[in-house]
């Protein structure tokens, strides 16, 4: 595995300053840049080994603290393994931040993070990837459906709330989007029933954007975060697969 080099880095925004975490081979050269959105449990060790996994891959990955405005990571104090009996006390701390972040606000960063990401001299300045886990998966998506000239591809894991019925639904913005996309589903996901899956998919159809979705039987909400009970390793080696091949084609140069 191609060796990678990360740090914790800041990022300046319009509201402050985001901490985050960028990755990317160890070889002094630029490469294809990817944004990646955590899950609600935020940046942690297994968060960072995920896109470690993902730079080795060839390509600089920059994770930003989505909750910067609450304090940097780790904003909320996490177990090393976060089983069920756990989650209701940490959801009591972090459901109000995820509140917080509008899709206004989250979209303002969203312009930030690219920005400063294609910038950097570890980037190679062309395509840009997004992809995000969990709530990171609505991120992902509003943020190649806002910023339509800087996402070339985008993917989604275990995503919820993708085509709810409110009227700031992330899939309204099926019409703006350019970007290639993959949704990877979860199995029986209460956050994302059948029925989204099907006006989401339906609502991209319409609007002509080339994209996969898939449901991946048997694996739960979150099944790509090993520090959780909800860890399937079979599903999450599926993920590593699409993801790279929707990146390799898409990202780098001559594919």
């Given at each position: 595995?191609?060796?990678?080099?990360?740090?914790?880095?800041?990022?300046?925004?319009?509201?402050?300053?985001?901490d985050?975490?960028?990755?990317?081979?160890?070889?002094?050269?630029?490469?294809?840049?990817?944004?990646?959105y955590?899950?609600?449990?935020?940046?942690?060790?297994?968060?960072?080994?995920?896109?470690?996994?993902?730079?080795?891959?060839?390509?600089?990955?920059?994770?930003?603290?989505?909750?910067?405005?609450?304090?940097?990571?780790?904003?909320?104090?996490?177990?090393?393994?976060?089983?069920?009996?756990?989650?209701?006390?940490?959801?009591?701390?972090?459901?109000?931040?995820?509140?917080?972040?509008?899709?206004?606000?989250?979209?303002?960063?969203?312009?930030?993070?690219?920005?400063?990401?294609?910038?950097?001299?570890?980037?190679?300045?062309?395509?840009?990837?997004?992809?995000?886990?969990?709530?990171?998966?609505?991120?992902?998506?509003?943020?190649?459906?806002?910023?339509?000239?800087?996402?070339?591809?985008?993917?989604?894991?275990?995503?919820?709330?993708?085509?709810?019925?409110?009227p700031?639904?992330?899939?309204?913005?099926?019409?703006?989007?350019?970007?290639?996309?993959?949704?990877?589903?979860?199995?029986?996901?209460?956050?994302?029933?059948?029925?989204?899956?099907?006006?989401?998919?339906?609502?991209?159809?319409?609007?002509?954007?080339?994209?996969?979705?898939?449901?991946?039987?048997?694996?739960?909400?979150?099944?790509?975060?090993?520090?959780?009970?909800?860890?399937?390793?079979?599903?999450?080696?599926?993920?590593?697969?699409?993801?790279?091949?929707?990146?390799?084609?898409?990202?780098?140069?001559?594919?």
């Open positions: 595995m191609t060796a990678v080099q990360g740090a914790t880095v800041d990022v300046p925004t319009p509201d402050g300053i985001a985050a975490y960028l990755t990317h081979p160890d070889d002094d050269a630029a490469h294809p840049a990817v944004l990646f955590m899950d609600a449990f935020g940046i942690r060790p297994h968060l960072t080994a995920m896109a470690d996994r993902l730079a080795a891959a060839g390509y600089t990955v920059l994770v930003p603290n989505v909750f910067y405005r609450h304090g940097r990571a780790p904003v909320v104090e996490l177990p090393e393994f976060i089983d069920p009996g756990r989650r209701p006390e940490i959801f009591d701390e972090i459901g109000p931040m995820m509140q917080a972040l509008t899709p206004e606000l989250a979209m303002r960063d969203a312009g930030a993070y690219l920005d400063w990401l294609r910038q950097r001299p570890e980037a190679d300045g062309g395509a840009v990837g997004v992809t995000g886990y969990c709530m990171g998966a609505v991120l992902a998506l509003r943020t190649a459906g806002t910023y339509p000239d800087q996402v070339t591809a985008m993917a989604g894991f275990h995503g919820g709330g993708l085509a709810n019925q409110e700031d639904s992330p899939h309204l913005l099926a019409g703006n989007i350019t970007a290639e996309l993959y949704f990877g589903h979860a199995d029986q996901d209460h956050a994302l029933p059948p029925e989204q899956i099907e006006r989401l998919d339906r609502a991209l159809t319409e609007a002509g954007v080339s994209f996969h979705s898939e449901v991946y039987p048997g694996a739960g909400h979150g099944y790509t975060q090993a520090d959780t009970a909800a860890y399937d390793e079979q599903a999450t080696e599926r993920h590593w697969s699409a993801l790279l091949d929707l990146f390799d084609r898409t990202l780098k140069p001559g594919s």
